[in-house]
Antibody
């Protein structure tokens, strides 16, 4: 069974930093692109960042570019998101997702339970 | 960036109703679209990918159609467990944007 378990969320002051982790199990982690998606309280889903299986390709939303860094450790089956220069508008539940493919068609077939990041003084 | 616009943003319906949600893309995305269902306090759940392919384990009352810029999610006969918020997401290009969501409430 595919499992994605996020951790590392919490309360942080504006300008602060946090590192989120996602522990994956039940599949060959090194074969899949992985992603972070966030959801502000009472709001919709926002794609944040994606990383290819061997970290060759990395993408960020404009809203986080230059402040957040996605990375992965295939030996540990883990995905990370380093959040720096945090702002109030970064307050959200952060989900780790797996990207699967059907031919050339990609889709997020597995999601973690999410970890809450609250940015407040 | 590709924008996805869902309509309506909210709809109220009764058990047994046929429900249709539309997702329009600001430019053509072929069939690179997925639909998700999200219930309060839970992670989104994949319903459909490739615009029309039902994910394993998803009831057959859910169906998807469309290509290019206009897509629909249809619930053939609404069940009590279907009251939730639905999102579309495009996988044509980065950023892999979501629609703003459609909340399906009880009439």
């Amino acid at each position: 069974e595919v499992q994605l378990v996020e951790s590392g969320g919490g309360l942080v002051k504006p300008g602060g930093s946090l590192r989120l982790s996602c522990a994956a199990s039940g599949f060959t982690f090194s074969s899949y692109s992985m992603n972070w998606v966030r959801q502000a309280p009472g709001k919709g889903l926002e794609w944040v960042s994606s990383i290819s299986p061997t970290s060759d390709y990395i993408y960020y939303a404009d809203s986080v570019k230059g402040r957040f860094t996605i990375s992965r450790d295939n030996a540990k089956s883990s995905l990370y998101l380093q959040l720096n220069s945090l702002r109030a508008e970064d307050t959200a539940v952060y989900y780790c997702t797996r990207k699967n493919y059907y031919g050339s068609i990609g889709y997020y077939d597995s999601w973690g339970q999410g970890t809450l990041v609250t940015v407040s003084s | 960036d590709i924008q996805l616009t869902q309509s309506p943003s909210f709809l109220s319906a009764s058990v047994g109703d046929r429900v249709t949600i539309t997702c329009r893309a600001s430019q053509g995305i072929s069939s690179y679209l997925a639909w998700f269902q999200q219930k309060p306090g839970k992670a989104p759940k994949l319903l459909i990918f490739g615009a029309s392919t039902l994910q394993d384990g998803v009831p057959s009352r859910f169906s998807g159609s469309g290509s290019g810029t206009e897509f629909t999610l249809t619930i053939g006969s609404l069940q009590p467990e279907d009251f939730a918020t639905y999102y579309c997401q495009q996988f044509n290009s980065y950023p892999q944007t979501f629609g703003q969501g459609t909340k399906v409430g009880i009439k």
